[in-house]
């Protein structure tokens, strides 16, 4: 199983300019959620998602949007980067029935807005 | 603001030693999780105490829960080089079923 795949791993952007964050996981779970890890803020919620077309806001979710088409996809959208954003992204996914909340994360997308 | 926090911040020890680090939250749980996170790569589930447990044990790893202080704490005994990394708290709010909040993370160095 390749579990939850992000890509891309690296990314420069210059303020303004807009990308996509690809999350993708093979497990079948209905839960998708998007965390950005800034140096001693540890992981923060940007989005969730618990099943295709249902999305929510997470802690911290001006400035980036979601939508979840299908179960196995959940992009993060950058309308107009800002340095701000600049932060390591995570994927984590879960199943719904499993109750406990227990996550499991993608590698992780590095980002850098100049 | 966060729910969790870790203390200490930073953590040096030898091999061999153990390595304990606590967690503070605000308000009411439903789970308390722990993670690590090695250099450079995604999060990894260790272990997982509800709140109604006190105390929960995994190989090397001892969590314990105090509700009434709302605190945590994660022991790693006999450590080993390998368990070099960054440790985060995540809590499970009570009727939030699908917010898992993160604490800001202690990290661990283990010196052979």
């Known amino acids: 199983n390749a579990g939850v795949t992000q890509t891309p791993k690296f990314q420069v952007l210059k303020t303004g300019q807009s990308m996509t964050l690809q999350c993708a996981q093979d497990m079948n779970h209905e839960y998708m959620s998007w965390y950005r890890q800034d140096p001693g803020m540890g992981l923060r919620l940007i989005h969730y998602?618990?099943?295709?077309?249902?999305?929510d806001q997470g802690e911290v979710p001006n400035g980036y949007n979601v939508s979840r088409s299908t179960t196995e996809d959940f992009p993060l959208r950058l309308l107009s980067a800002a340095p701000s954003q600049t932060s390591v992204y995570f994927c984590?996914?879960?199943?719904?029935?499993?109750?406990?909340?227990?996550?499991?994360f993608g590698a992780g997308s590095r980002l850098t807005v100049l | 603001s966060q729910q969790g926090e870790e203390d200490p911040q930073a953590l040096s020890i030898q091999e061999g030693e153990n390595a304990t680090m606590n967690c503070s939250y605000k308000t009411s749980i439903n789970n308390l999780q722990w993670y690590r996170q090695n250099s450079g790569r995604g999060l990894v589930h260790l272990i997982l105490i509800r709140s109604n447990e006190r105390e929960k044990h995994s190989g090397r790893l001892r969590v314990t829960l105090d509700t009434s202080k709302k605190s945590s704490s994660l022991l790693i005994t006999a450590s080993r080089a390998a368990d070099t990394a960054s440790y985060f708290c995540a809590t499970v709010l009570s009727g939030g079923y699908n917010k898992l909040i993160f604490g800001a993370g202690t990290r661990l160095a283990v010196h052979p």
């Open positions: 984590a996914s879960r199943a719904l029935a499993s109750g406990a909340n227990v996550l499991t």
């Open positions: 998602s618990v099943g295709a077309g249902i999305t």
